[in-house]
C-alpha cells in the first residue's frame, strides 16, 4: 500500500496544499491503491517540503518524483495525447505550478488579513502564545524569497493582470472540453484544477480570490476535476 505525506485539509480543500491534492489526484488517477498520512510538519520528509510519497524502503519527495513514480510503474496520465497536446501538456503544468502557485502563495503569506488566518490554521499545533513569535521569521523568509524572485514586488493590481492571460488561457482549452485535453483528465488537470481551487479557497476576499470565484467556467471545471479525482 502507498501511503501518501500531506498536510491535513484546510478550507474546504483535501489539504492546504495543492501540490499536495495534485499528488492525491495522480494516485487516484493511477488506480493504485493509497491512503494517506497527515502531517502538518514537511521539516523530516524529503526536500523539506510536502507532498511526499512512502512506498516500502524509499519515501519519494516533490510531487514531480512522486509523478515520475507512478508513470515508472505502470500510470499512464496522457493515454492518447499526441505528441504536440503533451507538450502544451507540459506547458500548463508549469504555468500552474511555477506561476499561478506564487500568487497563491502571496496571496496566503502576503496579505495581513490572510495571514492571521493561514497562521492559526497551518501552524495551529503550535500553542497560541508561541505562534506568533515562532512563524514570524518563517513569514519573513517566504516573503524575502518571493521578493528575490520577483512576483513579491507588484502590487495586487499587477499581480491579477499577471494571472489573466494564464487564466485565460485555461479558458481557451475549455471551450474545447470539459478537460484540458479532452473528454478524459489527464495530468494537466491534476496539476491546474488544484491550484485554481487553492486560489479560490484562500480565507479571504483578496483580487485573485474574487477574480477566481467569479468565474464560472473555472468553478465548474475545478468541480469538475474534484468529482473525476477526488
Ligand atoms: N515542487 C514541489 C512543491 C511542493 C511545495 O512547495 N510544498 C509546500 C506547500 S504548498 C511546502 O511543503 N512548503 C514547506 C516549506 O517550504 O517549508 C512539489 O511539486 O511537490
Same mark, same amino acid.
Given at each position: 500500500?502507498?501511503?501518501?505525506?500531506? #498536510?491535513?485539509?484546510?478550507?474546504?480543500?483535501?489539504?492546504?496544499?495543492p501540490f499536495?491534492?495534485?499528488?492525491?489526484?495522480?494516485l487516484n488517477l493511477s488506480g493504485m491503491s493509497w491512503q494517506r498520512d497527515d502531517t502538518p510538519d514537511p521539516r523530516n520528509w524529503p526536500k523539506g517540503k510536502?507532498?511526499?510519497?512512502?512506498?516500502?524502503?524509499?519515501?519519494?519527495?516533490?510531487?514531480?518524483?512522486i509523478r515520475a513514480w507512478l508513470e515508472r510503474n505502470g500510470a499512464e496520465f496522457d493515454k492518447g495525447l499526441s505528441d504536440l497536446d503533451r507538450a502544451?501538456?507540459?506547458?500548463?503544468?508549469r504555468m500552474a505550478e511555477e506561476h499561478l502557485y506564487f500568487h497563491i502563495l502571496l496571496d496566503r503569506w502576503g496579505d495581513d488579513r490572510v495571514w492571521s488566518i493561514v497562521r492559526d490554521t #497551518?501552524?495551529?499545533?503550535?500553542?497560541?502564545?508561541?505562534?506568533?513569535?515562532?512563524?514570524?521569521?518563517?513569514?519573513?523568509?517566504?516573503?524575502?524569497?518571493m521578493h528575490s524572485q520577483?512576483?513579491?514586488?507588484?502590487?495586487?493590481?499587477?499581480?491579477?493582470?499577471?494571472?489573466?492571460p494564464d487564466l485565460q488561457a485555461i479558458t481557451d482549452r475549455l471551450w474545447q472540453g470539459p478537460f484540458l485535453f479532452g473528454n478524459q483528465p489527464t495530468a494537466a488537470d491534476a496539476s491546474v484544477a488544484p491550484?485554481?481551487?487553492?486560489?479560490?479557497?484562500?480565507?479571504?476576499?483578496?483580487?485573485?480570490?474574487?477574480r477566481m470565484r467569479s468565474d464560472e467556467?473555472?468553478?465548474?471545471?475545478?468541480?469538475?476535476?474534484?468529482?473525476a479525482l477526488g
Open positions: 500500500m502507498l501511503t501518501l505525506i500531506t #498536510y491535513p485539509p484546510a478550507f474546504d480543500q483535501l489539504s492546504a496544499s499536495c491534492v495534485k499528488a492525491m489526484y495522480l510536502l507532498p511526499a510519497l512512502w512506498v516500502k524502503d524509499e519515501i519519494i519527495g516533490d510531487s514531480e518524483n502544451a501538456s507540459r506547458a500548463f503544468i #497551518y501552524f495551529a499545533a503550535i500553542p497560541t502564545l508561541l505562534r506568533k513569535i515562532i512563524t514570524r521569521p518563517m513569514r519573513r523568509a517566504v516573503l524575502h524569497g520577483g512576483l513579491g514586488r507588484l502590487t495586487e493590481a499587477e499581480r491579477l493582470d499577471r494571472v489573466e491550484m485554481l481551487a487553492a486560489m479560490a479557497a484562500t480565507p479571504c476576499d483578496t483580487a485573485l480570490s474574487m467556467i473555472l468553478t465548474n471545471y475545478v468541480q469538475r476535476v474534484a468529482e
